[in-house]
């Protein structure tokens, strides 16, 4: 019955979503999905020239490039910044479209400078996420919990509430995460056995730590979904223990939403390559090798509206040469372990980047639950950390110290100090917070 009301509504109320749906999921078993990426790419650079200030200044001298015959052609075409962005906002805008057709969104510049784009509403990225929920066998109308950092407004709430009827939707707010609010939300999750726990990394962390802490149990989901940040390993095996489900690592961001997202073989990233085209490449731009790490540049396949056409993201990852035994016709891309924008720094000079220090995190911490990294003006960095008891807790502060101070070539001191949370810049706890120039 739920099924079917949903399937109903979805094709009267949101007949977009439901036509796209089905044209993904055409285009996935095709069996072309490289054949229609280089299409889609040449039919947006095409679209941004024509179409936008900005694209038909930036590609002013690689006009002969745009009639684009192969990857070498694309990958010769000038990437995108996040301080392009940032400067000439209204050159990316294509034409002049109805604002029923585009969504504003901004980031928080928790991790470097913030920016805004606009979404085109025109293709529902609800239809990537319905493909993933897919995989691990998780139905769009089945119940589905959530834990969102700040709480919705209350018109939000109850319009999604009967949007989705019957399906139940039940939510927490990260930034109330109390005993009495965490309890009244296992208390939900237990009546309604949502199929789906889903929220950023951070906040999903602390309530499977709550639940740890305070021998709460909740029924399985299906699978728990988390983005927003890097993924520690003793942050996933903390949440599989306290919500007995697999816990499904999904990339994306402010600019683009769905990027990639695991397989239960969890071999990696499916990358959304009918939607998205994901480079990897070195500081002077040039493509590197599967499984060498670089810059992630973007192209968004769909996004007519505001362009992002080889776009830096500012994140550091790679891609995978391996194939998946899962059957699904999608590349691979490993985990992102972390920004190429947040670094810590030495007088000399030296820089040691976030993804190092989470392979690092994740090699060394056991007892420790949090971590973070605060770097002063004077380059001194402080090293703060949430432990779970004082069993050996010592032990393994000295070590991850010692580690730290061999990538930083003993040039900056190095203070540990327990606390008892982590500091957030713009409702996030990011790994690294500089206060340097």
């Known amino acids: ?27 996935l078993k095709s069996g072309q999905i490289e054949t229609l990426n280089f299409e889609k790419r040449k039919h ?20 002969d490039l745009l009639d684009m015959k192969n990857k070498d052609d694309f990958q010769k075409l000038p990437p995108v910044t996040r301080d392009d962005l ?3 906002f209204e050159k990316f805008i294509a034409g002049n479209p109805s604002s029923k057709t585009y969504r504003k969104v901004s980031s928080s510049g928790s991790t470097g400078r913030p920016i805004s784009v606009l979404h085109d509403t025109r293709f529902p990225y609800t239809v990537l996420q319905w493909r993933i929920l897919g995989w691990w066998n998780v139905k769009p109308y089945e119940n589905q919990a959530f834990i969102y950092r700040y709480k919705r407004p209350f018109l939000k709430r109850l319009g999604n509430n009967l949007l989705w009827w019957p399906t139940r939707r039940i939510f927490l707010t990260g ?16 009546t309604f056995r949502p199929a789906l726990l889903q929220g950023y990394v951070d906040v999903v962390y602390e309530f499977a730590l709550f639940l740890l802490d305070n021998d709460l149990k909740i029924h399985p989901p299906k699978m728990v979904w988390v983005t927003s940040a890097p993924l520690f390993e003793n942050q996933r095996k903390a949440m599989e223990a306290a919500f007995g489900a697999p816990v499904c690592d999904q990339y994306g961001n402010t600019e683009v939403f769905t990027i990639a997202a695991e397989c239960p073989q969890q071999n990696g990233l499916h990358i959304m390559h009918d939607s998205v ?10 493509p590197v090798p599967a499984g060498t790490t670089g810059k992630i540049l973007i ?11 080889r776009y830096e993201i500012g994140d550091r990852g790679k891609l995978l040469d391996t194939v998946c035994s899962c059957g699904i016709p999608l590349p691979l891309m490993d985990n992102v372990r972390g920004r190429q924008s947040v670094v810590l720094k030495t007088p000399s000079g ?18 420790i639950r949090e971590v973070q990294l605060i770097q002063n003006k004077d380059y001194s960095v402080e090293l703060r950390y949430v432990f779970n008891s004082d069993k050996c807790v010592e032990d393994e502060v000295k070590t991850i110290l010692k580690e730290l101070k061999i990538k930083t070539r003993d040039e900056i001191d190095i203070i540990p100090i327990k606390v008892d949370e982590l500091q957030t810049k713009s409702n996030k706890k990011p790994l690294i917070i500089s206060k340097l120039s």
């Open 175 to 190: 930034a109330e995460m109390n005993l009495r609010n965490v309890e009244r939300f296992v208390k939900q999750i237990n």
């Open 44 to 63: 947006m650079i095409n679209h941004a020239f024509q179409n936008t200030a900005f694209y038909k200044t930036k590609y002013q001298d690689n006009r």
């Open 350 to 367: 030296l820089t040691v980047r976030s993804e190092h220090l989470t392979i690092l995190f994740e090699k060394l911490m056991n007892t």
């Open 277 to 286: 085209h994901v480079e990897i490449v070195d500081e002077n731009n040039s």
């Open 299 to 309: 192209t968004d396949l769909h996004n007519e509206i505001f362009p992002l056409i």
């Open 86 to 88: 940032a400067m000439n």
């Open 1 to 27: 019955m739920k099924k079917f009301l949903f399937d109903l509504k979805t094709k009267i109320l949101k007949p977009k979503i439901h036509r796209s749906h089905i044209r993904a999921e055409n285009e």
